[in-house]
């Protein structure tokens, strides 16, 4: 499998994104339980990437939840920087 680039991931949608997430998760729990068995050949280096890949999928998606939740002002006024007196 290829490494997948961060651009090419934020050209995704969220629906394209989730069905790559689950495909990842699949291919990389085959692996682990091939590598278990001790069935398995040199593959164990494409488990780093593929965790890699997963991490910047599920960082894109919240990002993005993330932000649709500052566009609807569900966290106005909280967190750091807000100028409340006590």
Do not use: F, Q
């Amino acid at each position: 499998m290829a490494r997948l680039k961060l651009k090419d991931l934020k050209a995704l949608s969220d629906d394209d994104l989730k069905a790559k997430l689950s495909e990842l998760r699949s291919e990389l729990a085959k692996i682990m339980v091939d590598r278990a068995k001790g069935t398995i050949k040199k593959e164990s280096g494409k488990v780093k990437y593929m965790r890699r890949d997963i991490a910047r999928i599920l960082t894109i998606l919240g990002e993005r939840s993330r932000r649709g939740a500052e566009g609807n002002g569900k966290d106005k006024g909280k967190g750091k920087g807000s100028s409340s007196s006590s």
